[in-house]
């Protein structure tokens, strides 16, 4: 009996020695195997038992269980102690400046479509337009018929129609916007119609959706002149002061007479280049006055009224304004595209 008190002492010096002058958690690992390990010395302590009389055993067997548990509880308090120092010189290398720019926010910006747009409504809402919209899927009479355009009419394969169901299309164009206004208003009236527009074609200056403006006046007495004047306002205001249009005579079959109107190009100044295809100007929008067969199929009085309506791409003007050469990449939602605008 004293013999084993006298060898738990010893092995209990020797324990707190070494747990005393520990530093790192790799010698505490074998500390636990020299005392709690299979071999350690508690286990053999353990096995010294055996023989030992059952009243020795109950004694001595207490001595054991509470040394081992002293080194288990110390074991685990300096476990926890190491674990925690341990990761500490990792967080002091770690240097933080506090001098640095918090991290931004990316905010988003308007679609240089939706931009340009909003730029066109200005101008016109200054010119004493309204703004009004109305169906993409159009019915064949709003989209072709009122518009004087009848079924044989060879102008439809001016428009590459996506046809929908019955006599539903994909709007070709917003001059179907026009036919609603006059059914619902009567004249004096200044509307511009923004929106999309579908047409069965694909290349680098076609996408099967894209962008028109329509505008439309009716009053009396208005003349071409009315329509050039506020072209040119337009115009000049989108491009500059200095820019130089010119009328050319076109055909639609809802306006008589009808223009295709140019503008000077605007990357080579008029000197001729790849985009104006070397002649100087490039269109830009189809205009005219309004043909009486329209005022007819709305019901105005064709004798008394007069009007003038014109249309226009919102990607192609984005695409002279900032010199894009593909009209594919305003929908490919490229970021490094879009973040330029
Ligand atoms: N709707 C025609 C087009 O899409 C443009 C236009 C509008 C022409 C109004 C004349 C008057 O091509």
Redesign the pocket.
């Given at each position: 009996m004293l013999k084993m008190i006298a060898t738990i002492e010893k092995h209990q010096q020797d324990f707190d020695s070494r747990i005393h002058s520990i530093s790192t958690s790799e010698p505490l690992k074998q500390i636990r195997i020299d005392f709690l390990g299979k071999k350690g010395c508690i286990q053999a302590l353990m096995k010294e038992l055996r023989q030992a009389t059952p009243e020795e055993k109950r004694e001595q067997g207490k001595l054991i269980n509470d040394f081992k548990q002293y080194v288990d509880n110390l074991l685990k308090v300096k476990e926890d102690e190491l674990g925690k120092t341990a990761k500490q010189p990792a967080s002091k290398n770690e240097t933080f400046d506090t001098t640095l720019p918090g991290r931004r926010e990316t905010t988003g910006t308007l679609h240089p479509i939706t931009q340009v747009m909003e730029e066109i409504k200005t101008i016109f809402l200054g010119l004493g337009f309204q703004v009004e919209e109305g169906p993409e899927i159009e019915t064949d009479y709003y989209n072709f018929e009122a518009?004087n355009i009848p079924k044989d009419h060879p102008a439809r394969d001016?428009?590459d129609t996506f046809y929908v169901e019955g006599d539903a299309v994909l709007r070709?164009?917003?001059?179907p916007v026009?036919i609603h206004v006059m059914e619902n208003r009567e004249p004096p009236l200044r509307i511009i119609a923004p929106g999309k527009?579908y047409r069965c074609d694909s290349d680098v200056s076609h996408t099967p959706m894209f962008h028109?403006i329509?505008?439309?006046m009716v009053e009396e007495n208005l003349s071409f002149s009315h329509l050039k004047g506020i072209m040119n306002i337009f115009l000049q205001e989108v491009f500059g002061k200095k820019t130089k249009v010119r009328f050319r005579p076109?055909f639609?079959p809802?306006?008589c007479p009808?223009?295709e109107v140019d503008i000077q190009c605007v990357i080579c100044s008029g000197s001729g280049c790849r985009v104006c295809s070397q002649t100087g100007w490039v269109e830009i929008?189809?205009?005219?006055m309004?043909d009486p067969a329209v005022f007819n199929c709305v019901d105005y009085d064709a004798e008394k009224w007069t009007g003038?309506?014109?249309?226009?791409?919102i990607e192609r003007i984005s695409m002279l304004k900032y010199g894009i050469n593909d009209i594919r990449l305003f929908f490919e939602n490229d970021l490094r595209f879009l973040k330029q605008f």
């Open positions: 518009l001016m428009q070709t164009h917003t001059s026009q527009v028109q329509e505008g439309l076109s639609f809802f306006t009808s223009a929008l189809g205009a005219g309004v003038f309506a014109f249309g226009l791409g």
